[in-house]
């Protein structure tokens, strides 16, 4: 509980520092990126020098993806890009940090990096989108989620041809998570697609509402 408030608190106060101008936007996304960039491979050095590399290790899980999606969004701020990492980012790095799948115990380096690469991804898309350093598309979430589905498309064809289980599309993680309240293989695909869409529309909902006043519309 302590790490999420850390991390919530982090990623607010970077964001009033942005919009504020207190602290250069580029300066700040630079860092980020390579920040993230920089964990990610001192993670991988450190995970396949011990497992070696092998099928059910490779980095394809959804937070893989949206970790390098936000590393592109801080590098190269397409107004694509960092909608992507905006809404799946937020989506997927926040249902993992509220109920995380671990597989070492706190405060072990594999833990200390699982908080980090996830919380860096709330963090980095707040000062992105929240502190106005980057600005995403301000349409309805459609393309982001076709994104993902496509992703997802692609890795279930992996899991099913490997017997490997990214993105927990053949089995449920061991941890408690929300797709328990789903049911059984497969309908907790669907319950987790539904409630991904879900959560991107509820993300969109500051977005829409900033473009509004922007372009000076009046709500009704």
């Known amino acids: 509980m302590v790490l999420l408030l850390g991390i919530a608190a982090g990623a607010a106060a970077l964001a009033v ?16 990126g390579i920040g993230l960039a920089g964990n990610e491979a001192a993670w991988w050095v450190f995970r396949y020098s011990h497992e070696g590399l092998h099928l059910w ?66 963090v980095a898309v707040a000062a992105l989108v929240f502190g106005g350093v980057a600005r995403p598309g301000t349409r309805p979430p459609w393309r982001a989620f076709r994104l993902l589905l496509a992703y997802t498309a692609i890795i279930g ?21 929300l797709l328990d309240a789903f049911g059984p293989w497969p309908a907790y695909l669907v319950g987790g697609a539904a409630s991904a869409l879900a959560l991107f529309w509820l993300l969109w909902l500051p977005l829409r509402a900033t473009a509004r006043r922007l372009s000076g519309v009046t709500q009704r």
Not at 17 to 32: D, N, S
Not at 158 to 177: I, V, W
């Open 157 to 177: 064809l992996f899991d099913a041809t490997t017997g490997t289980n990214y993105m927990y599309l053949r089995r449920k993680p061991r941890n408690e998570s």
């Open 57 to 122: 290790n490779l980095p394809l899980q959804l937070c893989d993806l949206t970790i390098w999606a936000t590393v592109l969004a801080c590098l190269r701020p397409a107004p694509w890009i960092v909608e992507f990492a905006y809404f799946a980012g937020l989506a997927g790095a926040g249902m993992a940090l509220l109920t995380p799948d671990l597989w070492s115990p706190w405060p072990s380096y594999p833990a200390i990096y699982f908080f980090a690469a996830h919380g860096g991804i709330v």
């Open 17 to 32: 520092l942005c919009r504020r101008g207190w602290i250069r936007g580029r300066i700040v996304r630079l860092a980020l």
